[in-house]
Each structure stands twice: as structure tokens, then as C-alpha cells.
């Protein structure tokens, strides 16, 4: 069964960091592109970042610069380096098999994220 797991998210003070992780149940990473979304309460869910097979990366402007997306295929891992933290980010954070928009697995339960001023 395909399942994906978020963890790492918590509260920080703005311009604090915290490290997300995201969890495949099987070694699809390697080959696929995996993208990381948030939503905010009362909001869309919207696209954060996203990396391809061969480790291309992208950014939504509103992280660009202050996050980083990476992958340890070995681990069937996903990551979401973010640092310089602000309210806005405020979100549940979510990953994803496939490009931006087109989403292939079940969604998993997502990570909180919680950034004070």
C-alpha cells in the first residue's frame, strides 16, 4: 500500500527553522518528481516546492531563497529545509508523488507548522 508520511513540523519563532520530512512506503522517489504543499486554515492548498528524478529543484515565490528542497533516495525520503521563518508560513505541510498540480498517492496526514511573531 502506497502511503506517505510528514513529520518535523512544530512551533518557531519567526525567523526560526525547522526541518520537514516526508516518508514514502516504497522506493518510488528515485524516480519520481515529489513536491511539498501547504494549506493554511481558511485557504487553497498551494504548491511549496518540488524536485525531480534528477534533482532539479523549484521554488513557489513566496519560499524562494529561504527553503530548500532535497531527497536521499536511498532513504525513500523527501526534505523541506526552511529557515528565516515567517507567520505566513503558517500551514499544514504536505508531499506528494508527481509534478506540481497532479498529485499521484493518497494525501498523508500532512505536518503542522505554526510560526509565531
Known amino acids: 500500500q502506497v502511503q506517505l508520511v510528514e513529520s518535523g513540523g512544530g512551533l518557531v519563532q519567526a525567523g526560526g527553522s525547522l526541518r520537514l520530512s516526508c516518508a514514502a512506503s516504497?522506493?518510488?522517489?528515485?524516480?519520481?518528481?515529489m513536491t511539498w504543499y501547504r494549506q493554511a486554515p481558511g485557504k487553497q492548498r498551494e504548491l511549496v516546492a518540488w524536485i525531480t528524478g534528477g534533482g532539479n529543484t523549484n521554488y513557489a515565490d513566496s519560499v524562494k531563497g529561504r527553503f530548500t528542497i532535497s531527497r536521499d533516495n536511498a532513504k525513500n525520503t523527501v526534505y523541506l529545509q526552511m529557515n528565516s521563518l515567517k507567520p505566513g508560513d503558517t500551514a499544514v505541510y504536505y508531499c506528494?508523488?508527481?509534478?506540481?498540480?497532479?498529485?499521484?498517492?493518497?494525501w498523508g496526514q500532512g505536518t503542522q507548522v505554526t510560526v509565531s511573531s
Open positions: 506528494n508523488v508527481g509534478v506540481p498540480g497532479s498529485p499521484l498517492w493518497p
Open positions: 516504497t522506493s518510488v522517489l528515485s524516480i519520481r518528481t
